[in-house]
Structure formats: structure tokens, C-alpha cells
């Protein structure tokens, strides 16, 4: 079975295949497994842009912003920004500092609701599972709860390569640099180019970090549980 990714929730744990999802939710000392057929199935316009470099970066781009979940982030992200923008403070200063302010939000909004959520359990589970599978082919609580809670597909990791390089070329390009710092970025974490490589190393080390001291948390046996059973879902409906 090929594990496309997963995400973690309030007390939930989803894992996706190319055509399932399955998310496993903690209801007391009940775990509700709900299992649905993806709708965003790859068409004929997928796989041709999915061929061309950049452009398939930007073309993933616009396919997430049309999801209910990006769609509410987006609106939420960009009313947080105007906001910020109307402090007095702020509004004195160089507009690059608006701008970084705007990046950060999405980084803020996670933080805040891993501080008075469960999620980051959740999300540790899920990191825990996720790295069981691909170190032993297979998943147990026995041996997911010995697994580390940081991986190198989370996307913590592109979300620090992002805001790495709007860092760099901000000066040059101003606003624009987030529109070009996407595609950058995309390649350089899918490429398996030696010096690809050297460059994603610092951003894997502050990822891995921010996963560790940020964004996880060693989950409990219930909730580890969770993720197991999401993940056995998803192996259910793929064989």
C-alpha cells in the first residue's frame, strides 16, 4: 500500500491512500472509523501538469485553496493580516514587516491551537504509526510507540523551506516572492539531486525541531491507539 499522508485532529487521526481516506475519531472509550473514496481523483489535466516543473507546484496550489478547509484558513489568514495591519504600531513600519506577519499567521494559528488542543498527541500518533510502517512494513502499537514522533513528510518541513526562501528573496522580488518561493521550494523537497539535497538538510534540521518541540508531543496508549486504527482502516480497504 502506498501512504500518500495523514493528519491529525482535535481527537482524530486521518491516513489517505491514492483513492481512500479513513479517519479513526476517540469518542469516550469508543473509536468511531469512518472510511470514504477520495473525490479529488487524478484526471488527465492532473497528469499533465503534474509532468512540468513548477507548474505542477502551482496546479497542487490551486487544487488545495478550492478545498471547504484551505478556502476557511485562507479567509481566516487574510483577515488576521488586515488586522494586523490596522495596529498603529505596525502601521508605521516597512511594509515587510506586514508581509512577514502575514506568512506567519499560519504558523501562529497551529501553535495556538496545539497549546489548548490534544492535536499535537494526535499529530504524534500519527508520526509514530506513519514511521512504523515504513521502517517494518507493517504496524503494532508494541512497536509504533518506540518510533520516533518526527517525519520527514511532514509538512512542517515545507512549510519552513517556504519561509526559508521568501527570507532570501524577498529583497529582490518583494511580494512576489512568495508566489515564486512556492515552486522553489516544491522542487527542491521533491528532487533527489545531490545538491538538492545539501541545500534541504538545514531546513529538515529546524523542521525536525519545530515537529519535536512544537508541533508533537508523545502520545498516550488511547491515543496512539487512534492512529492505529485509522492506518489499519486504510490498509482494510486497500488490499
Known amino acids: 500500500m502506498n501512504l500518500l499522508g495523514g493528519r491529525a485532529g482535535f481527537n482524530s487521526v486521518t ?63 487574510l483577515s488576521l493580516s488586515y488586522l494586523i495591519h490596522k495596529i498603529p504600531l505596525l502601521s508605521a513600519t516597512n511594509n515587510s514587516y506586514h508581509f512577514s506577519f502575514t506568512w506567519l499567521i499560519p504558523l501562529l494559528l497551529i501553535i495556538f491551537f496545539n497549546k489548548f488542543t490534544k492535536t499535537k498527541y494526535y499529530h504524534g500518533a500519527e508520526h509514530k504509526v506513519a514511521n512504523d510502517y515504513e521502517i517494518n512494513g507493517k504496524v503494532k502499537i508494541e512497536t509504533a510507540i518506540n518510533q520516533s514522533c518526527v517525519n520527514d513528510n511532514c509538512g512542517t518541513n515545507l512549510f519552513v523551506g517556504l519561509v526559508l526562501i521568501i527570507g532570501i528573496l524577498f529583497p529582490l522580488l518583494h511580494y512576489w516572492s512568495g508566489v515564486l518561493a512556492w515552486g522553489l521550494n516544491y522542487e527542491v523537497m521533491r528532487s533527489d539531486n545531490k545538491f538538492a539535497r545539501v541545500i534541504v538538510k538545514p531546513i529538515y534540521f529546524v523542521g525536525s525541531l519545530l515537529q519535536k518541540y512544537v508541533f508533537t508531543r508523545e502520545p498516550s496508549i488511547d491515543q496512539l491507539e487512534v492512529a492505529v486504527r485509522a ?9
Do not use: Q
Not at 489499519?232 to 488490499?239: I, K, P
Open 15 to 77: 491516513f489517505e491512500s491514492e483513492i481512500h481516506s479513513t479517519t479513526a475519531t476517540r469518542k469516550g472509550n469508543d473509536i468511531l472509523v469512518i472510511k470514504t473514496i477520495k473525490e479529488n481523483k487524478e484526471t488527465k489535466l492532473d497528469n499533465f501538469f503534474h509532468k512540468i516543473p513548477f507548474i505542477r507546484a502551482y496546479w497542487i496550489m490551486l487544487k488545495i485553496f478550492f478545498t471547504k478547509l484551505s478556502l476557511l484558513l485562507l479567509i481566516l489568514c
Open 231 to 239: 492506518f489499519r482502516a486504510l490498509e482494510e480497504e486497500n488490499y
